[in-house]
């Protein structure tokens, strides 16, 4: 069966370091991969797309790398602050649209 | 631009009771989706709409959820009875729609039902 696995449930990090979250998919072959942040009683909010063909795309302080053999993809925010903290999904997208999402990194970055 | 509105915000039922849920989306949005997303996992798509077709319910328990979006605009998903299982965020998202990967959808602050 499709499984989506998102590195740890909590990831805490010192303020202006990178940090460095893990999405991990098998049995999917996905169109384009997403992110989005979530923070609490809030819905999610789309931050990044990366298609299946494309290694890299950077947005501001954020980076995404998708590795479709390695069936990974990394989502990196560099000098990161205390307002970056928050949960963050990633999501696959197949042929269909539909999303499927991850169950979450929740990330909180110290001051 | 107003996003996606949901309501009621909370709700509180015993099991075996009804419940709705409203969403109204963002204006001009053709797809709208409905996802539950239980405390600790990611969304989970229940049913979408393409204005007011359904275009994937496979996720949807039929046998006690129910979605309509009549006139192609606002949405309900009702649950009768509930369960204790369904305790959850419904999260209300919609898109304008578009072919290929540039359809971004738009979610709403969602509604936590607590079954008890």
């Known amino acids: 069966s499709q499984k989506i696995e998102q590195n740890s449930e909590a990831l805490n990090i010192q303020e202006g370091k990178t940090a460095t979250l893990t999405c991990n998919y098998t049995?999917?072959?996905?169109?384009?991969l997403q992110w989005y942040r979530q923070d609490p009683g809030r819905g999610p909010v789309f931050l990044l797309l990366i298609r299946e063909n494309e290694k890299e795309k950077r947005k501001e302080r954020l980076k995404v790398t998708f590795d479709t053999t390695l069936k990974q993809s990394l989502f990196h925010i560099t000098a990161s602050q205390p307002a970056d903290s928050a949960t963050y999904l990633c999501?696959?997208?197949?042929?269909?649209?539909?999303?499927?999402f991850g169950s979450g990194t929740q990330l909180t970055v110290l001051p | 631009e107003a996003g996606v509105a949901q309501s009621p915000r909370y709700k509180i039922i015993e099991k075996r009771q009804s419940v709705a849920f409203w969403c109204n989306p963002i204006s001009g949005h053709a797809t709208l989706y409905w996802y539950q997303q239980i405390l600790g996992q990611g969304p989970k798509l229940l049913i979408q709409?393409?204005?007011?077709?359904?275009?994937?319910d496979s996720q949807l328990p039929k046998d006690r959820f129910s979605a309509e979006r009549l006139k192609g605009v606002d949405s309900t998903l009702k649950i009768q009875p509930a369960k204790l299982e369904d305790s959850a965020v419904y999260l209300c998202?919609?898109?304008?729609?578009?072919?290929?990967?540039?359809?971004?959808?738009?979610f709403g602050p969602g509604t936590r039902l607590t079954v008890l």
């Open positions: 998202a919609s898109s304008l729609g578009l072919a290929g990967d540039s359809d971004t959808q738009y």
């Open positions: 999501a696959l997208t197949g042929s269909a649209r539909q999303l499927t």
């Open positions: 049995n999917y072959s996905p169109a384009y």
């Open positions: 709409f393409q204005n007011n077709g359904v275009v994937d």
